[in-house]
Structures are given as structure tokens and as C-alpha cells.
């Protein structure tokens, strides 16, 4: 059985990811490990292992990794696009200290070491639609800058010490669970809070925006099936793209308009995440992933659109 460290298990895809993998390995198999005390996370995180650690602190990873017999980590620390604009050299610090870090306490200790990219990894030279699996990767932001360099660094890392990375490119991830925390993509979080508390909603990203998008199950069967995967099959190993849905936010109101039929929605463009939503893709073409190993998403926006509703009603009453 895989013994399992998710560092930055607070944030919004650990904290949905750590109790998920619990309910495939075991509560005793997965630690969860955050900067933040024990007393200031969720129920789910406060049910099973948890250690507090900072990504910087390689003396202290290992004392976790050593303590709890780890053989596979998480890696979901990262600050994400907006943020990262505000703050760039923490940015650089935090994704890629971190991550250097990780792959070799991973190269000296033997260990899997599953690392995400981003949407964020292109930039506006890149082929907008169907973005191809290997293609020029020129982003315009801190954020894709410090994920194109985990990616050739865990490709690095694979080819010349043999270890055991993986990780895929996300594109925006929608949660009914937690809130999202500083992306690019938050507006497609926000809006559903927003049409059932209000019926309206201010979009920060200009009408006919397109981007790829992903519902939270999606994104962890992704985590975990990429991790599960045949070794043999993968020819990319190393961030994959994966796809289900893209959309503009006319599109998603219609949607949510559906289910709320008073609901409206304008806009005030912010020219910081317009601008970094318009480098990024339309679509991504994730037809190596479904060669590879096997992916294949549930989600649409539609069914999505009718979950997040179902649910964000009851948890909003």
C-alpha cells in the first residue's frame, strides 16, 4: 500500500484531494502537511495525519517523509496567477524553491513525486485552439513562467536520476467545496455563489473569454490516475493536458440561467486576469493523456452546472 505526504493540503485541491486519497489508500497512508496549525483547518483535514511543514524546509520534509515511511508526494504548492502577478519574486521563491526542494529529497530518498502545471504553462504565441501536447510554451506571466520550469525541471529530474515524476497541465478547477484562491479562472467559482445568494453577477473577464475548465472530481481522478499509471505507457511523464469543458462566461450564465431563471450577469473588466486569460489557450488537445494512460473526464457544464447548484443550495442556506 502507497504511503502518501500531500504538502499543501490546505489549499483548494488538497483539501478536496487528501480525503479522497484516504478513502482509496487508507487514513493511516496519507499524511497531510500545510503551513497553517492544526486548529485552523477543515473537518475533512482534521480527521487523519496531519503535519505542519513549510516547502522550504527541506530538514523538516524529510523528518516527515522518515517518520511516516513516505513513498509518494503531492506536491500542490504553488502561488497561483493573479497573485503571483502582485508578488513575482514569492512567486519564483515559493513554486520553484519548493519544488527543487521536493525533487531531491525525491531523487536521494527513492520517492514518486506528482507535481501539477497549469493552463498558466502557455502564453500568447501558443496555438490557441486544441493546443497541441508539446508546442511552443512562451507565458507572459510569473505563474506560467515558474510552471514551465517545474515541467522541464521534473523532466530534468526523470531523465538523468530516474525519478518518478509526473504531473498534467490543469486548466481552471471548479469546486463546490472549497473557494478558490487567487486564479485567474475564479470567476467560474464566484459566479455560482454569487447567482444564489444574489441572482447577479460582476465578471472580471471580458465577454467571448474562452477557457478551459474542469470540475473538482475530474481534477482528482486526474491527480490520482496519472499516479496509478502504467510507467511504460507514459511517453510524456511530465504534464500531460488534460481537458473537459471550455467556455466563455456568456456561456456559463446561460447555464446557471437554467436553473435561476432571474439571474443576470455584467461585467467590469479586470485588464490584470483579462490579460492573463487571453494568453492562455481556447482549448486544449488532451489526446496523449487518453492514449497514455487512459483519461477520460465526467464532467460537462451541464452536469456540472447542475451539481454545483444542487449543492452550493443546501450549503448556502
Given at each position: 500500500?502507497?504511503?502518501?505526504?500531500?504538502?499543501?493540503a490546505?489549499?483548494?485541491?488538497?483539501?478536496?484531494l487528501?480525503?479522497?486519497?484516504?478513502?482509496?489508500?487508507?487514513?493511516?497512508?496519507?499524511?497531510?502537511?500545510?503551513l497553517?496549525?492544526?486548529?485552523?483547518l477543515?473537518?475533512?483535514?482534521?480527521?487523519?495525519?496531519?503535519?505542519?511543514?513549510?516547502?522550504?524546509?527541506?530538514?523538516?520534509?524529510?523528518?516527515?517523509?522518515?517518520?511516516?515511511?513516505?513513498d509518494?508526494?503531492?506536491?500542490?504548492?504553488?502561488?497561483?496567477?493573479?497573485?503571483?502577478?502582485?508578488?513575482?519574486?514569492?512567486?519564483?521563491?515559493i513554486?520553484?524553491g519548493?519544488?527543487?526542494?521536493?525533487?531531491?529529497?525525491?531523487?536521494?530518498?527513492?520517492?514518486?513525486?506528482?507535481?501539477?502545471?497549469s493552463?498558466?504553462?502557455?502564453?500568447?504565441?501558443?496555438?490557441?485552439?486544441?493546443t497541441?501536447?508539446?508546442?511552443?510554451?512562451?507565458?507572459?506571466?510569473?505563474?506560467?513562467?515558474?510552471?514551465v520550469?517545474?515541467?522541464?525541471?521534473?523532466?530534468?529530474?526523470?531523465?538523468?536520476?530516474?525519478?518518478?515524476?509526473?504531473?498534467?497541465?490543469?486548466?481552471?478547477?471548479?469546486?463546490?467545496?472549497?473557494?478558490?484562491?487567487?486564479?485567474?479562472?475564479?470567476?467560474?467559482?464566484?459566479?455560482?455563489?454569487?447567482?444564489?445568494?444574489?441572482?447577479?453577477?460582476?465578471?472580471?473577464?471580458?465577454?467571448?473569454?474562452?477557457?478551459?475548465?474542469?470540475?473538482?472530481?475530474?481534477?482528482?481522478k486526474?491527480?490520482?490516475?496519472?499516479?496509478?499509471?502504467?510507467?511504460?505507457?507514459?511517453?510524456?511523464?511530465?504534464?500531460?493536458?488534460?481537458?473537459?469543458?471550455?467556455?466563455?462566461?456568456?456561456?456559463?450564465a446561460?447555464?446557471?440561467?437554467?436553473?435561476?431563471?432571474?439571474?443576470?450577469?455584467?461585467?467590469?473588466?479586470?485588464?490584470?486576469?483579462?490579460?492573463?486569460?487571453?494568453?492562455?489557450?481556447?482549448?486544449?488537445?488532451?489526446?496523449a493523456?487518453?492514449?497514455?494512460?487512459?483519461?477520460?473526464?465526467?464532467?460537462?457544464?451541464?452536469?456540472?452546472?447542475?451539481?454545483?447548484?444542487?449543492?452550493?443550495?443546501?450549503?448556502?442556506?
Open positions: 500500500m502507497k504511503k502518501i505526504l500531500v504538502i499543501g490546505a489549499g483548494q485541491i488538497g483539501s478536496e487528501v480525503p479522497g486519497l484516504r478513502n482509496i489508500y487508507g487514513e493511516d497512508n496519507v499524511v497531510a502537511a500545510d497553517k496549525e492544526r486548529s485552523e477543515g473537518e475533512t483535514l482534521n480527521k487523519g495525519l496531519y503535519e505542519k511543514a513549510d516547502i522550504l524546509d527541506s530538514e523538516k520534509i524529510v523528518e516527515i517523509i522518515k517518520k511516516h515511511k513516505i509518494s508526494i503531492y506536491n500542490l504548492v504553488a502561488l497561483l496567477s493573479s497573485v503571483g502577478e502582485q508578488k513575482p519574486q514569492l512567486s519564483w521563491k513554486n520553484l519548493g519544488l527543487v526542494n521536493l525533487l531531491e529529497i525525491s531523487r536521494e530518498m527513492k520517492l514518486a513525486l506528482f507535481t501539477p502545471s493552463i498558466g504553462a502557455f502564453g500568447p504565441s501558443t496555438p490557441k485552439v486544441n497541441p501536447q508539446d508546442t511552443i510554451q512562451r507565458p507572459t506571466s510569473m505563474y506560467g513562467v515558474t510552471k520550469a517545474g515541467e522541464l525541471l521534473c523532466d530534468y529530474y526523470f531523465k538523468k536520476y530516474a525519478v518518478d515524476t509526473r504531473g498534467v497541465r490543469f486548466p481552471g478547477i471548479i469546486s463546490n467545496v472549497t473557494l478558490p484562491g487567487g486564479g485567474t479562472t475564479d470567476y467560474a467559482v464566484d459566479i455560482y455563489y454569487e447567482a444564489i445568494k444574489h441572482a447577479k453577477y460582476t465578471c472580471y473577464i471580458k465577454q467571448g473569454t474562452f477557457m478551459d475548465m474542469m470540475y473538482m472530481p475530474d481534477c482528482l486526474a491527480a490520482v490516475d496519472i499516479m496509478e499509471a502504467d510507467p511504460s505507457k507514459l511517453k510524456h511523464r511530465n504534464c500531460f493536458n488534460v481537458a473537459a469543458m471550455s467556455f466563455d462566461p456568456e456561456m456559463l446561460a447555464e446557471i440561467k437554467k436553473h435561476i431563471p432571474s439571474f443576470k450577469m455584467d461585467y467590469k473588466v479586470d485588464p490584470v486576469r483579462q490579460g492573463i486569460a487571453d494568453s492562455w489557450p481556447d482549448s486544449m488537445d488532451d489526446s493523456a487518453r492514449e497514455e494512460w487512459g483519461w477520460k473526464p465526467d464532467y460537462n457544464l451541464v452536469n456540472m452546472t447542475e451539481d454545483m447548484i444542487k449543492v452550493l443550495k443546501e450549503k448556502l442556506k
